[in-house]
């Protein structure tokens, strides 16, 4: 961590709602270079909004969100309120790249041309530019070999891969998981879990929204734990999941994480 630096991603009394159902109610998160953060808690509790909003992929209703200390544009109030900066926008999704639950590959695309495609349209890279450093984001995340396959010819655990160096070729400031091992037999988890472990041990900054309560304690400098759309305990991994302080945290480590 850097403190001289503004944080890569703040975001400060975050509220969101559909219609009447308040989702985030004031949460606040910090993430500085090199930080990996991930966030904990039931189903509905607000993990993923939390991502989303801090993407601008959600809209909030209150509070602020910044990056690089450069805080985002708003205009409108509360139901109404949208980010008022197309170029904003832009900019701050492009350096923080998402990878989701479901891959999210383009199927009429070879692994090559998925992790090409968006440094060329939104970066305005050239082929013979970014063709080199797509083929060596495939390799690091050890697939390589299936440049040339299609999705379809590919296991989930090598699809989440792709799409984690596709996340990669866009050179972000940050990566955002959104539970990017859920959807897979816990065989092809693991794949991706040492992908994510080397890439912590990079230095890179990270927010993961995570089930898997191992990979939450291994790879991570900070757990926020949210309960009903608040932040309930947050801390280092060893205390946190160590001497948990609420009886919600623990109730919900004893029913989450293996004995």
């Known amino acids: 961590m850097?403190?001289?630096q503004p944080p890569v991603i703040e975001i400060r009394d975050l509220h969101k709602s559909y219609g009447e159902l308040e989702v985030l109610k004031g949460v606040s998160l910090t993430a500085h270079r090199g930080d990996v953060i991930s966030l904990i808690g039931s189903s509905g509790s607000g993990k993923s909004t939390l991502l989303r909003c801090a993407n601008l992929l959600e809209d909030s209703q209150s509070g602020e969100i910044l990056f690089k200390g450069e805080a985002v544009h708003w205009k409108g109030h509360a139901l109404h309120r949208r980010p008022g900066d197309a170029r904003q926008v832009l900019r701050i999704r492009t350096n923080l790249s998402m990878v989701f639950q479901q891959f999210n590959l383009w199927a009429h695309m070879s692994i090559l041309q998925n992790v090409m495609e968006a440094p060329m349209t939104v970066l305005g890279?050239?082929?013979e530019e970014i063709e080199p450093k797509a083929r060596a984001y495939l390799d690091k995340v050890g697939i390589g070999d299936k440049a040339d396959a299609w999705p379809a010819q590919l296991s989930g655990g090598q699809q989440q891969r792709a799409a984690i160096a596709r996340a990669l070729a866009m050179e972000p400031e940050a990566l955002l998981f959104d539970e990017p091992t859920s959807a897979l037999d816990p065989e092809l988890e693991q794949e991706v879990v040492k992908v994510i472990k080397a890439l912590a041990a990079e230095g890179r900054t990270m927010i993961i929204v995570t089930h898997d309560m191992r990979m939450a304690h291994d790879v991570s400098d900070h757990v926020v734990f949210l309960h009903q759309g608040r932040i309930e305990e947050q801390g280092p991994p060893e205390e946190l999941f160590g001497n948990p302080?609420?009886?919600?945290?623990?109730?919900?480590?004893?029913?989450?994480?293996?004995?």
Do not use: C, E, I, V
């Open 125 to 127: 890279k050239s082929r």
């Open 245 to 259: 302080q609420s009886d919600r945290l623990r109730g919900f480590l004893s029913a989450t994480t293996p004995a």
């Open 2 to 4: 850097n403190s001289h």
